[in-house]
């Protein structure tokens, strides 16, 4: 069975940081692109970033890029996301997916059960 567990989430002040984790099992990690997405209350899921399974290249949305950076450690089987200077906006449940073709849609796509990530004013 494949599984993604995230954490690290939590409440914090604007400005604030934190590193999100991504545990998988049952997988080939070290095959798969991951991606980091978020949804905030009635909102739809929106994506954050991408890291490569083969050449680790990243890719991030304009909202996030100079502020997350996404990695890997393909012996851990994790993908982590950092996250600085939060923002309010940034309030959301944070996912990781796998993406095959580095694209999170994807019918093939696994996501976990996410993680609370809360920027308080």
């Known amino acids: 069975e494949v599984r993604l567990v995230e954490s690290g989430g939590d409440s914090v002040q604007a400005g604030g940081s934190l590193r999100l984790s991504c545990v998988s099992y049952g997988l080939t990690f070290s095959s798969y692109s991951i991606a980091w997405i978020r949804q905030a209350p009635g909102k739809e899921f929106e994506w954050d970033a991408t890291i490569g399974w083969f050449d680790k290249a990243t890719t991030y949305a304009d909202a996030v890029k100079g502020r997350f950076i996404i990695s890997r450690d393909n012996s851990k089987n994790t993908a982590y996301l950092e996250m600085n200077a939060l923002k309010t906006e940034d309030s959301a449940v944070y996912y990781c997916?796998?993406?095959?073709?580095?694209?999170?849609?994807?019918?093939?796509?696994?996501r976990g059960q996410g993680t609370q990530v809360t920027v308080s004013s």
């Open positions: 997916a796998t993406a095959p073709d580095k694209n999170w849609r994807h019918p093939r796509s696994h």
